[in-house]
DNA sequence: TTTAATTACCACCTTTCGGTGGAATATACA
DNA sequence: TGTATATTCCACCGAAAGGTGGTAATTAAA
């Protein structure tokens, strides 16, 4: 049970970005204090630009940012959709595709709860949420 | 978020044999009831019959079972365990080694709620508890 | 206008996971 | 003891995830 490496990835890059929200940083920046491997994250870091997760300037001195004042309207299910898509929340772990609340595989209750749990947890948090260490449970 | 499919296919063959408890089955005949590919299948069963989690019998009118009086002691966290393990479970989300109770990253209570409230969930129910639709939430 | 620092893009490499093929071994039973 | 039906074992294949290298495009500033 485990996100991709990936998404982990994109979280640490968005958190550090929102603790250091409206300064600029250059992937070599980003690479230096985040330990992710330089390519991968210059590939990581267009994506979350192009999803519109980040502000990116081009040439020299510039680089990615989190704007201070976007911080409460950045939600974490908006950054693992981002990159690992949000579908695996709504399959049944059994693989039956006739499992429903109605109709449930052995563990569809148990995991259901798991994974609502889960799922409100990325949809009630937002960047400035971690950043007050106001986690939100539910 | 999400188990690997080798997980997924491990605890559909468990939950499949828990409800049939005592008979024995084939590699052959678990693919057709379970659409989970021939071979691959039949390294899986192996892969638990050597853990424990399924007794076997060679040859001829050979397969998988298991036992009914063991259903009670066949817990969740081992089916992960044996095919996926476990470690997942205790590694910071933000990859920061240094991660604590006292030292906490920005997600990690957030985020060591839902890693407990899973590992309870596997570590507390057994193939029986599924069966009995009598699935304890901690 | 040149240079340096940066992102963007494209192709490829490596590792891991899921999956397949085939032969060796085991076993029940006719 | 022969045969059919199993598991076991080993090697490989293919797809996806993670990771690298090189070059073109962009931009600030000397």
């Known amino acids: 049970m485990h ?15 929102a603790e250091n929200a409206g300064k600029r940083f250059s ?5 230096k204090t985040l330990d992710i491997p ?4 210059g590939r990581l870091m267009n994506q979350l630009a192009q999803k519109g997760l980040v502000e990116v300037t081009q040439g020299k001195y510039g680089g990615y940012l989190v704007n201070a004042d976007r911080l409460s309207e950045i939600y974490l299910y908006q950054i693992v959709d981002a990159v690992e898509g949000l579908q695996d929340y709504d399959r049944c772990i059994l693989g039956f595709p006739q499992c429903s609340d109605e109709n449930p595989c052995a563990l569809h209750h148990l995991w259901m709860e798991q994974r609502e749990a889960i799922k409100n947890m990325l949809y009630s948090n937002s960047l400035a949420d971690l950043l007050k260490n106001n986690f939100s449970r539910r």
């Open 3 to 17: 996100f991709r490496k990936t998404t982990e990835y994109a979280i640490r890059v968005m958190v550090f970005l």
């Open 27 to 31: 992937v070599n920046a980003l690479n």
């Open 38 to 41: 330089y390519k991968y994250l």
